[in-house]
């Protein structure tokens, strides 16, 4: 326990260290050497020892034993650093730490030309040589322009450029008429539009998965605004009012069409990350439609995810997301894509991050061949998965468990599935009850939960206490007639096959 204690391996310095990349290393010693960063030799020293360690960072990395190697001190093996010591490492640490963040905010300006050179602008405007800012100004203006992505942090840089250059007239030609001010104010408009839209739609999200809500200041405001004035020529304003109207429900299907196409349309103009927030949005709007009872969005989807893997956008950092790779998966299956299905988990369960690249191709094989009506198997693909880490993963498990059972079991008083599929229902629920799911979830899974219920009664005591024909046909139409509602089909087929039955006695 003392040598936790006594161990860098939690600290910030450490956490920094690791999520470098090796070339970035190098770099950072070569930093690290230049005097005009670092005069102090003993930075270099615990570099060169930390170095060893990289990436990993496996063994316990003790105080004392760093400060005598640093320092050529002696202790005896009982005998604890002390407070002294402790403090001199730590500064050298806290250091080395602020070093290592200079360098990394360095990195980050090296990846953006265009941001580095306003600030060389801004830089010669306040050095007073007003003689080489045309020219500089022109040509970082062309460099700006020729970017070949139009998104949020293209219209910032945008607005800061003719920032600048009003700044400028400012100083040279106060009295000008065409001193630039409406172009450092359109630029300020539409920064402000994309950024506030983009916070907008992903607070409106946010709210229909959690239970939070959120103040939107001047979004009615804003969207009257929009409805009154086309900005179809800045795309990513366009496609993110789109998506507003998707999540507020304002003609949303019409709006849906539109920005499907122009997505597509424009998509060159936006890199992945955008790209994926985007297609993100789609997508849940898609999701939210099919649990209304809308069965065409599930194509709809499928087109995206399909779409999205032509442009590489579902990835979450160096790994294909878990997220998409299991939803992509179900919703294949929900078409009867089952050949699409195994070439996908083929091709990709590789680039899924390695700690989930055993659970979640088995909780993707379970969905698989539960689809393909082999229950056994589906639940022993289950079982290996384990309890879910992710809360919707946790739902679907949950769900299909439930599923599972009810598929193995036969119907009748002494069926061993009954009790099973009843206190997965309850755990279902009461689950749903004591986490921080958003009212449509909560509903949504609730609901599954009363009509499957419903449907149990039916298979379970139908022998002691037949039902009608018409209790039957107003189960069914329950079915569809509920708002919010998951495996929809899967239900009707459940109910249905009822009616079957009772037409064939």
Request: with cysteine; net charge positive.
């Amino acid at each position: 326990m003392k040598e936790q204690l006594q161990s860098i391996n939690n600290s910030k310095l450490i956490k920094l260290f690791g999520a470098l990349e090796a070339k970035e290393v190098k770099q950072f010693e070569d930093y690290l050497n230049s005097p005009f960063f670092n005069k102090n030799k003993n930075v270099v020293q615990l570099f060169i020892l930390l170095k060893k360690h990289y990436p990993k960072f496996e063994k316990q990395l003790i105080k004392k034993e760093l400060f005598v190697k640093l320092f050529a001190v002696k202790y005896k093996k009982s005998e604890p650093l002390n407070s002294k010591d402790d403090q001199k490492l730590r500064y050298l640490m806290t250091q080395m730490t602020n070093y290592l963040q200079e360098f990394i905010i360095e990195l980050k300006g090296r990846t953006d030309e265009i941001y580095r050179n306003t600030l060389l602008l801004e830089s010669i405007l306040e050095r007073r040589l007003y003689d080489l800012y045309p020219k500089m100004n022109k040509q970082i203006s062309q460099d700006h322009n020729r970017k070949p992505y139009r998104d949020n942090s293209y219209y910032r840089l945008e607005h800061r450029l003719r920032e600048s250059e009003f700044h400028y007239k400012q100083i040279v030609d106060n009295r000008n008429k065409e001193n630039g001010l409406q172009k450092v104010i359109d630029g300020f408009h539409n920064s402000f539009l994309v950024d506030q839209l983009r916070y907008f739609c992903a607070a409106i999200n946010r709210e229909n998965i959690l239970s939070v809500s959120y103040e939107y200041p001047l979004k009615d405001e804003i969207v009257n605004y929009l409805k009154e004035n086309s900005l179809e020529r800045i795309p990513i304003v366009d496609m993110y009012f789109k998506i507003l109207l998707l999540l507020t429900e304002d003609d949303a299907d019409n709006n849906f069409q539109r920005l499907k196409i122009q997505a597509k349309k424009e998509q060159g103009k936006l890199p992945p990350p955008e790209l994926r927030q985007i297609y993100g949005f789609m997508l849940n709007f898609c999701n939210r439609r099919i649990k209304s009872g809308k069965s065409n969005y599930i194509l709809e989807r499928f087109e995206i995810y399909k779409n999205g893997l032509t442009l590489k956008i579902w990835n979450a950092g160096l790994y294909f997301s878990y997220g998409h790779f299991m939803q992509i998966i179900r919703n294949a299956l929900e078409l009867g894509e089952f050949e699409w299905t195994t070439n996908f988990i083929e091709k990709y369960q590789t680039e899924l991050e390695p700690k989930h690249q055993s659970t979640i191709p088995s909780f993707a094989k379970a969905f698989y061949y539960f689809y393909k009506e082999k229950y056994n198997l589906a639940h022993e693909y289950l079982l290996q998965v384990g309890a879910p880490e992710d809360f919707y993963f946790e739902l679907y498990y949950r769900t299909l468990i439930i599923q599972i059972y009810y598929e193995k079991s036969s119907g009748g008083l002494e069926d061993r599935y009954e009790n099973p599929i009843t206190n997965g229902l309850d755990a279902l629920r009461f689950y749903l009850s004591r986490k921080n799911h958003s009212d449509y979830v909560r509903e949504t899974y609730n609901n599954f939960v009363k009509l499957m219920k419903r449907i149990c009664r039916v298979k379970f005591s139908s022998q002691i206490d037949p039902p009608s024909e018409k209790h039957l046909r107003k189960l069914c139409q329950d079915i569809q007639n509920t708002n919010l509602l998951i495996v929809r089909s899967w239900l009707t087929a459940k109910a249905e096959a009822f009616l079957e039955e009772k037409g064939s006695a």
